[in-house]
């Protein structure tokens, strides 16, 4: 079968000539431009482009830890199946769903809102782990956490780019329990999910190489780590 027949759009072109002394060539043509071809070319071109969000560098950011971050993603577009979405379906209503409530705390439908961090219970977690990156005076509501991140986004300070990752391993662990409870009827004590969340944030700082400063040394005390100190990796 000829290129013609696979390709009618061919029929188009008059007056092919070939160059027996030159290799063929993959290109892709984006509007009126002609560029060599390559994945990362065709994406560009046909995805589509959103606005970037001002809380980007909240959720990716080098070193993250990649499930939390994509929860993080998640809470921030209000992607989440939590209850007060689930009482607006129709099956809900037909089933007289209205009694849920929230699982950690038994005081509210969860939401949100009130899962990242009002409830009782996250409130509970979030007092217990946010003194280890000096958030000690922000209160367990996710717009005062969010804000007070945001204020030091573009800083370089190891407290601030761990301040991130607490955030998010605490998100993860309180919507990981909340599933626990839903769905394996399992549940475990504030102070146990507040040692998950530092465990991990410890394994994490374990692996990671910074700057040998007072600010560093401070921090890392902190997380009972001592050494792993490099000149030209993590934060100040």
């Avoid at 993250?64 to 921030?76: Q, S, T, Y």
């Avoid at 007060?84 to 929230?102: E, G, H, P, T, V």
């Avoid at 409870?181 to 994490?204: H, S």
Wanted: charged share 30%.
């Amino acid at each position: 079968m000829s290129w013609r027949d696979l390709f009618p759009v061919l029929n188009q072109i008059q007056q092919v000539s070939l160059d027996p002394n030159k290799n063929d060539r993959l290109l892709w043509k984006d509007g009126i431009d002609l560029d060599e071809f390559s994945c990362s070319g065709v994406w560009d071109s046909v995805r589509v482009r959103e606005p970037e969000v001002d809380w980007m560098g909240l959720v990716w950011f080098s070193h993250c830890i990649p499930r939390h971050a994509f929860l993080m993603w998640l809470i921030f577009r209000r992607k989440l199946l939590t209850q007060d979405k689930i009482l607006k379906w129709d099956f809900a209503r037909r089933r007289n769903m209205n009694m849920m409530c929230c699982l950690l705390c038994y005081a509210n439908v969860d939401s949100h809102t009130h899962l990242f961090f009002e409830c009782k219970f996250s409130s509970d977690v979030w007092i217990l782990v946010r003194d280890k990156v000096d958030m000690g005076d922000v209160d367990p509501k996710w717009n005062a956490i969010i804000d007070w991140l945001k204020r030091q986004m573009q800083s370089k300070l190891a407290t601030d780019y761990v301040s991130r990752l607490l955030v998010a391993a605490t998100s993860y662990f309180i919507w990981q329990e909340r599933n626990a409870r839903l769905l394996k009827n399992q549940t475990r004590p504030p102070d146990t999910i507040a040692t998950a969340v530092l465990t991990t944030v410890r394994y994490k700082l374990l692996g990671m190489k910074f700057k040998d400063t007072d600010n560093v040394r401070r921090l890392l005390s902190k997380w009972e780590i001592h050494g792993g100190y490099a000149e030209d990796d993590g934060g100040r």
